[in-house]
């Protein structure tokens, strides 16, 4: 891994954020948001968020995102992860939050609030980039949170990248994916969760929360895709699903040589299963109900035809 201990720091760069502190770096002469955990832990068996940044954005970008480019290394006695700063140039960043207090049409709640269906009105409302393109990426993303268990998706974590100098905007690319693949769990965590399926299972679909909420409370993004298949979900879901290479995230874990054999099963594991057991089964409820309505739909014609029939 790199060390970039030694690395010039541009220190007239300052980042958000609250998840732990960040330093901006020049790493072969390009800038690169350095990220540190909130812990100082460099042992084989312990993850951070900064490993699972990296992690997590290298599974984005196989999924088809375009992703912040990551690279893992140390700052002195600590586990870092350099983000490369898309900010370049005339760049900037305006993070959902920002879009959502420009919206005057929507009257809604605050900056941090995460309401799902504010946030759909407010990608309808907003001027900055086709409300069709905006939406079928915030369901994409959705998608892709809950394959990798990110339970940290809020307002001032995508965005929009606006170039100031020729008034264009494109969405940004995915950034912060610490929160992702239960970083925070400990050897003995794993240990038990691989050796007790139910226990297991009771993680995967019981206790991963989003932060995006609903009638005030933070939604269980499994249990919102069991029951709320629209077609916008379903189009995210069937695109994500078919470009889920998992042998290409399994090579992903196994290159990271600082997390114990032990993590890299059960990240490989809550990847495998998360899809299987949430975004599989999703679909498959869905084509079940769609086939239920063809064949109500077709018995009911059948009915009608022999009622016809028999009027004659």
Same mark, same amino acid.
């Given at each position: 891994?790199?060390?970039?201990?030694?690395?010039?720091?541009k220190?007239t760069k300052i980042?958000?954020?609250?998840?732990?502190?960040k330093?901006?770096?020049?790493?072969?002469?390009?800038?690169?948001?350095?990220?540190?955990p909130?812990?100082?832990h460099?042992?084989?068996?312990y993850?951070?968020?900064?490993?699972?940044?990296h992690?997590?954005?290298?599974?984005?970008?196989s999924?088809?995102?375009?992703?912040q480019?990551?690279?893992?290394?140390?700052?002195?006695?600590?586990?870092?992860?350099?983000?490369?700063?898309?900010?370049?140039?005339?760049?900037?960043?305006?993070?959902?939050g920002?879009?959502k207090?420009s919206v005057?049409?929507?009257?809604?709640s605050s900056?941090?609030?995460?309401?799902?269906d504010?946030?759909?009105?407010?990608i309808?409302?907003?001027?900055?980039?086709?409300?069709?393109?905006?939406?079928?990426?915030?369901?994409?993303?959705?998608?892709?949170?809950?394959?990798?268990?990110?339970?940290?998706?809020?307002?001032?974590?995508?965005?929009?990248?606006v170039?100031?100098?020729?008034?264009?905007?494109?969405?940004?690319?995915?950034y912060?994916?610490g929160?992702?693949?239960?970083?925070?769990?400990?050897?003995?965590?794993i240990?038990k969760?691989?050796s007790?399926?139910?226990?297991?299972?009771?993680?995967?679909?019981n206790?991963?929360t989003?932060?995006?909420t609903?009638?005030?409370?933070?939604?269980?993004?499994?249990?919102f895709?069991?029951?709320?298949?629209?077609?916008?979900i379903?189009?995210s +879901?069937k695109?994500?699903?078919?470009?889920?290479?998992? #042998? =290409?995230?399994?090579? $992903?874990i196994? !290159? &990271?040589?600082?997390? %114990?054999?032990?993590?890299?099963?059960?990240?490989?594991?809550v990847?495998?299963?998360?899809?299987?057991?949430?975004?599989?089964?999703?679909?498959?409820?869905? +084509?079940?109900?769609?086939?239920?309505?063809?064949?109500? #739909? =077709?018995?009911l014609? $059948?009915?009608? !035809? &022999?009622?016809?029939? %028999?009027k004659i």
């Amino acid at each position: 891994m790199i060390d970039f201990s030694d690395c010039t720091i541009k220190y007239t760069k300052i980042y958000d954020g609250l998840n732990g502190k960040k330093l901006a770096i020049f790493y072969k002469d390009e800038l690169y948001m350095l990220k540190f955990p909130k812990d100082n832990h460099i042992t084989g068996g312990y993850a951070s968020s900064t490993i699972n940044e990296h992690i997590s954005s290298k599974i984005f970008k196989s999924l088809g995102f375009e992703t912040q480019d990551t690279i893992l290394g140390y700052y002195d006695d600590k586990v870092v992860v350099a983000c490369k700063d898309f900010e370049i140039g005339r760049n900037r960043l305006f993070n959902f939050g920002k879009i959502k207090n420009s919206v005057l049409s929507v009257s809604g709640s605050s900056f941090s609030d995460t309401d799902l269906d504010e946030t759909l009105k407010i990608i309808d409302e907003q001027k900055l980039i086709d409300k069709d393109r905006l939406k079928e990426f915030y369901w994409d993303m959705f998608i892709a949170d809950t394959f990798i268990a990110n339970f940290n998706r809020h307002n001032e974590n995508w965005g929009i990248l606006v170039n100031e100098q020729n008034d264009t905007c494109k969405i940004a690319p995915i950034y912060d994916c610490g929160s992702s693949l239960y970083p925070k769990l400990n050897n003995q965590d794993i240990q038990k969760y691989l050796s007790h399926k139910g226990s297991f299972n009771d993680l995967i679909l019981n206790q991963t929360t989003s932060a995006v909420t609903r009638f005030g409370k933070k939604t269980n993004p499994q249990n919102f895709l069991f029951s709320n298949l629209n077609n916008d979900i379903l189009m995210s +879901l069937k695109k994500i699903n078919l470009n889920i290479n998992l #042998e =290409k995230i399994n090579r $992903i874990i196994d !290159e &990271i040589e600082i997390i %114990s054999s032990d993590r890299k099963e059960f990240y490989k594991k809550v990847i495998k299963e998360r899809k299987e057991i949430i975004l599989d089964v999703a679909y498959e409820k869905y +084509l079940s109900n769609a086939k239920n309505i063809y064949d109500d #739909e =077709k018995s009911l014609f $059948i009915s009608k !035809e &022999i009622m016809k029939k %028999s009027k004659i």
